[in-house]
């Protein structure tokens, strides 16, 4: 189901800016402040991204299908809990244990989402909350609440959902703390109808919103897109955007998605911090 592959769109700022030494005016520090707001924000976005994964994916095994309650042998665990099967109003948690669950992608989950739905994933006003218990990826301590509602089709008849973080919270192996929330809508404006097994290949996201948060040292930023990020399921970098990070007291980073064209899938994106540019490498 090509429904299944929407989590990547919550992901598109998941990674980490690493400035280079290419820069295109005279050789300065790298500002540390520009780095650490944008790494905890990448941080953040990419494990309450991974977060709704989970659920979609939990979300989708049973849509449109009877509840149940999965193998019980093996993590993890999905206990699903009916609700007024009229209304297709459902509970579920997905316990990946205390030991920790090893994923196809190398990371070990440990705790438990509890979520709940509305309806089914597709369909319009479908609310999707969930919430952590003991939850962590790769030993990092993920506390908050997600929303995710289906919000129908926009004046260009592309399907769009409402997605918000609120209470965010990260804490590292090393006990440094992070905290972050942020409101996005994601788009999906092409290959929405496509059909057959690899009719999700030609899909793409486009996303807007802001997010706001305070970094491990203690420094509170904002970041809000100015442009829509355009996020392809093929590639796992932004192609196409720009947004501002804001921390207190310094100067407005402005970053550019852009600077490799959409043609191809490519990691290279600019930043332009007090009038300096820096080119950076997405992970």
Same mark, same amino acid.
């Given at each position: 189901?090509?429904?299944?592959?929407?989590?990547?769109?919550?992901?598109?700022?998941?990674?980490?800016?690493?400035?280079?030494?290419?820069?295109?005016?005279?050789?300065?520090?790298?500002?540390?402040?520009?780095?650490?707001?944008?790494?905890? &924000?990448?941080?953040? !976005?990419?494990?309450?991204?991974?977060?709704? *994964?989970? =659920? #979609?994916?939990?979300?989708?095994? $049973? %849509? @449109?299908?009877?509840?149940?309650?999965?193998?019980?042998?093996?993590?993890?665990?999905?206990?699903?809990?009916?609700?007024?099967?009229?209304?297709?109003?459902?509970?579920?948690?997905?316990?990946?244990?205390?030991?920790?669950?090893?994923?196809?992608?190398?990371?070990?989950?440990?705790?438990?989402?509890?979520?709940?739905?509305?309806?089914?994933?597709?369909?319009?006003?479908?609310?999707?909350?969930?919430?952590?218990? &003991?939850?962590?990826? !790769?030993?990092?301590?993920?506390?908050?609440? *997600?929303? =995710? #509602?289906?919000?129908?089709?926009? $004046? %260009? @008849?592309?399907l769009y959902y409402d997605i918000d973080v609120t209470n965010g919270k990260i804490t590292?192996?090393?006990?440094?703390?992070?905290?972050?929330?942020?409101?996005?809508?994601?788009?999906?404006?092409?290959?929405?109808?496509?059909?057959?097994?690899?009719?999700?290949?030609?899909?793409?996201?486009?996303?807007?919103?802001?997010?706001?948060?305070?970094?491990?040292?203690?420094?509170?930023?904002?970041?809000?897109?100015?442009?829509?990020?355009?996020?392809?399921?093929?590639?796992?970098?932004?192609?196409?955007?720009?947004?501002?990070?804001?921390?207190?007291?310094?100067?407005?980073?402005?970053?550019?998605?852009?600077?490799?064209?959409?043609?191809?899938?490519?990691?290279?994106?600019?930043?332009?911090?007090?009038?300096?540019?820096?080119?950076?490498?997405?992970?």
């Open positions: 189901m090509k429904t299944k592959i929407l989590f990547i769109a919550l992901t598109i700022v998941g990674m980490s800016l690493i400035f280079n030494s290419c820069k295109k005016k005279e050789e300065v520090e790298d500002p540390v402040y520009s780095t650490e707001a944008a790494q905890d &924000n990448a941080l953040a !976005d990419n494990l309450f991204g991974d977060a709704l *994964k989970q =659920v #979609e994916d939990a979300h989708l095994q $049973q %849509d @449109g299908s009877e509840k149940s309650i999965t193998d019980s042998t093996t993590y993890p665990i999905i206990t699903i809990e009916p609700g007024d099967s009229v209304e297709y109003v459902w509970k579920a948690t997905i316990d990946f244990g205390t030991d920790g669950v090893e994923g196809s992608d190398g990371r070990i989950r440990k705790g438990k989402i509890i979520f709940t739905t509305t309806g089914r994933y597709r369909d319009v006003g479908t609310i999707i909350t969930a919430t952590l218990e &003991n939850y962590s990826v !790769d030993d990092y301590l993920i506390e908050g609440n *997600k929303r =995710v #509602e289906n919000m129908g089709t926009n $004046q %260009d @008849g592309h590292d192996p090393d006990g440094a703390i992070r905290t972050w929330e942020s409101h996005r809508v994601r788009t999906w404006v092409v290959g929405e109808n496509s059909i057959g097994w690899f009719g999700w290949l030609d899909d793409e996201y486009d996303i807007t919103g802001s997010a706001s948060g305070v970094t491990r040292s203690n420094k509170s930023y904002t970041i809000t897109i100015t442009q829509p990020l355009r996020v392809k399921i093929l590639c796992k970098w932004i192609q196409d955007g720009n947004l501002d990070i804001a921390v207190s007291g310094t100067p407005t980073i402005h970053v550019d998605y852009g600077v490799g064209g959409t043609s191809t899938c490519d990691n290279q994106a600019k930043a332009t911090i007090d009038g300096q540019e820096y080119t950076f490498y997405m992970h």
